[in-house]
C-alpha cells in the first residue's frame, strides 16, 4: 500500500474534508441533522482513513493511543460534569436553564457541551478499538 | 405514494440480503453483504422520515462495522464457514414458533404510519409542541438527546466508554512483553 | 388490503429478527454468530422507526410550514442504540479474536471438543 500514489494523493485530498465535514455535523447538529454520535464516527473514519493509507505506525503517531485514552474519558467527564456544574448552580442534575442568565442561552450552552462531550467519546472509543484490533495483527 | 413504494422495495431487498448472509459459507462475503444491508437500512430510515438515525446507520453499520469485521477476518484468518455437521431441524422449529408468536402479536398493532396510535398520544406531542419554545433547538431529535432525555445519554456515553474499555483489557498491548514470549514458549 | 400493507413492515422486521435469530443459533461460526446477532438488532431498529413513522410527517426539524412531525422519541432511542451497537459488536468481535487466540478456531464445535478433551 505505500507505493500506490493515486490512493494517497486523493487521501491527501479527502482527509481534511471529513475532517470538515464532522466539525460542521458536531456543532451544526443543533439545526439539521446530526450531534455528536455522528459527528465522533465521521471523525474517527477520516483517522482510520489515513491509516489504512499511510500505515499504522504513521497514524499512530499522529494520535498516540495514550492520548486516546485520556480523551476517551474526558468526553465522559466533560458530560457528566456539565450535570455537576448545574446541581452547583442550583438547578437539577443536567437541567441546562440555569447555564445562563435565560433559559433558552443556556439550554444553547448545554446541548452545545454535552454534544462535544459525546463527540470526543465517541470519537476516540471508536479510533483506540481500531487501533487496537489493527495493532494485535501486526504483533 | 412513492413512500410506500420505496419502503416495500427497500424491505424486500433488506429480506434478500438477510437470506443470502445466512446460505453464503464465504465470510468475507457475509462481511460484505452485512455492509450492503445497513447501506440499504440507512436508505429505508431516510424513506421513513428519520434523518438523524439514517445518518448514523450510514457511517456506523456501513463504515466502523464492517472495517471492524474485516479486522477480525484477518486476526482469525478463517475465510470459510464449516459446513453444519446436521440439518439444523430443531433451530428451523424454534424460529418457526417464535415467528409465528410474534405475528400473531402484530394482528392487534396500530397499522404503519397511523397518526391515531398511542404511541404518538403520549410525551411526542409535548416535545413537538413545546421542544422549540423550550429549548431554541430546530432539530428534536437533538432536543429530546441532550436535553429532555440527557440523563439516558449520559448512560449510553458510558456504555461506550465501557465498551472501549472491554476492547483495551482483552486484546490491549501487554506491558510486560518479556514474560508474555515466555507463557508463549510453554505452551 | 389495507390491512396487508398496514403490517407489511411489521412482517418483514419478524422476517428479519428471526433470520438473524436462526444464524445464531444455528450457526457455529462465530463471525457469522455476530452477524446474525447484528440483522437481529437491526431488525429491532426498523420495528422502531416503523412505529414512529406518522402519514403525512416529515423528519422531526421544526421549519416552517410544517405541521406534522414524526415522532422524534424513537429516533432518539435508536440512534443512540445503533453506536452502542457497534461498540458491543467490537467487544464481541475482541472476545472472537481472543478464543481464535486460545484455541486456535473459531468453530463452536471444535472449541467444545477441546473442552471435552481436556
Redesign the interface.
Known amino acids: 500500500m505505500k507505493h500506490n500514489l493515486i490512493l494517497r494523493v486523493i487521501a491527501k485530498l479527502l482527509i481534511p474534508i471529513i475532517v470538515l465535514y464532522a466539525l460542521y ?1 458536531q456543532f451544526h ?7 455528536g ?2 459527528a465522533g ?2 471523525f ?2 477520516a483517522f ?1 482513513f489515513y491509516a489504512l493509507v499511510y500505515g499504522i505506525e504513521t497514524a499512530e503517531r499522529v494520535m498516540p493511543e495514550s492520548v486516546l ?1 485520556i480523551l ?2 474526558l ?2 467527564l466533560i ?2 460534569g456539565t ?1 455537576v456544574a448545574t446541581m452547583l448552580l442550583g438547578g437539577n ?2 437541567d ?1 436553564n440555569v447555564l445562563a442568565s435565560n ?2 442561552a443556556g ?2 450552552i ?2 452545545l457541551v ?2 462535544l ?2 463527540g470526543i ?2 470519537s ?3 479510533l ?3 487501533f ?6 501486526r ?1 | 405514494m412513492i413512500d ?1 413504494l420505496l ?2 422495495t427497500l ?2 431487498f ?2 434478500i440480503t ?2 443470502a ?2 446460505r453464503i459459507r464465504n ?1 468475507f462475503a ?2 460484505m453483504l ?1 455492509g450492503i ?2 447501506l440499504l ?1 440507512a436508505g ?2 431516510v424513506v ?6 439514517a ?3 450510514a ?3 456501513a ?3 464492517t ?3 474485516l ?6 484468518k ?1 475465510h470459510e ?2 459446513p ?2 446436521h440439518r ?1 431441524w430443531l ?2 422449529i ?3 414458533v ?2 409465528a408468536a ?2 400473531y402479536g ?2 392487534d ?1 396500530p ?5 391515531e ?1 398511542p ?2 398520544k403520549h ?2 406531542p409535548r ?2 409542541e413545546e ?2 419554545k ?14 429532555y ?6 448512560g ?6 465501557t ?2 474499555i ?3 483489557l ?4 501487554r506491558r510486560g512483553r518479556k514474560r508474555g514470549d515466555e507463557d508463549n514458549n510453554e505452551t | 388490503m ?2 396487508i ?8 422486521v ?10 445464531v ?5 462465530l ?2 454468530k ?3 446477532l ?2 437481529f438488532q ?1 431488525s429491532v ?2 420495528l422502531y ?15 416552517e410550514g410544517v405541521e ?9 432511542l ?14 464481541g ?6 478464543i ?1 487466540e486460545e484455541y486456535g ?3 463452536e ?1 471444535d472449541i467444545h471438543k477441546q473442552d471435552e478433551s481436556l
Open positions: 455535523v447538529g443543533d439545526f439539521g441533522p446530526g450531534g454520535f455522528q464516527v465521521i474517527s473514519v482510520i485514552r476517551a474519558s468526553g465522559v458530560y457528566a450535570g442534575f443536567l441546562y433559559p433558552i439550554q444553547h448545554g446541548i454535552i454534544e462531550g459525546v467519546t465517541v476516540s472509543v471508536m483506540l478499538i481500531f487496537i484490533f489493527a495493532g494485535r495483527a504483533q | 410506500n419502503n416495500i424491505l424486500a433488506l429480506a438477510a437470506f448472509i445466512i465470510l457475509v462481511i452485512f444491508y445497513s437500512s429505508l430510515f421513513l422520515d428519520a434523518a438523524d438515525v445518518f448514523t446507520e457511517a456506523v453499520g463504515g466502523i462495522s472495517v471492524l469485521m479486522a477480525t477476518l484477518a486476526l482469525t478463517n464457514e464449516k453444519p455437521a439444523p433451530p428451523m424454534v424460529v418457526l417464535t415467528g410474534l405475528v402484530t394482528v398493532i397499522s404503519f404510519s397511523d397518526s396510535a404511541a404518538h410525551v411526542a416535545y413537538i421542544g422549540f423550550e429549548t431554541g433547538v430546530p432539530n428534536l431529535v437533538t432536543a429530546v438527546l441532550a436535553s432525555r440527557g440523563f439516558d445519554t449520559l449510553e456515553v458510558t456504555v461506550i466508554f465498551a472501549g472491554g476492547v483495551l482483552l486484546l490491549g498491548r | 389495507d390491512f400493507f398496514g403490517h407489511y413492515n411489521y412482517w418483514i419478524i422476517i428479519l429478527m428471526m433470520a438473524g435469530f436462526y444464524t443459533i444455528s450457526r457455529g461460526n463471525i457469522k455476530i452477524t446474525g447484528n440483522i437491526t431498529f426498523l422507526i416503523s412505529i414512529g413513522n406518522v402519514e403525512g410527517g416529515t423528519t422531526p426539524i421544526i421549519a406534522q412531525y414524526s415522532n422524534p422519541l424513537p429516533h432518539v435508536i440512534l443512540t442504540a445503533i453506536v452502542v451497537g457497534v461498540a458491543t459488536t467490537a467487544l468481535l475482541a472476545l472472537v479474536v481472543r481464535r478456531t473459531i468453530e464445535e
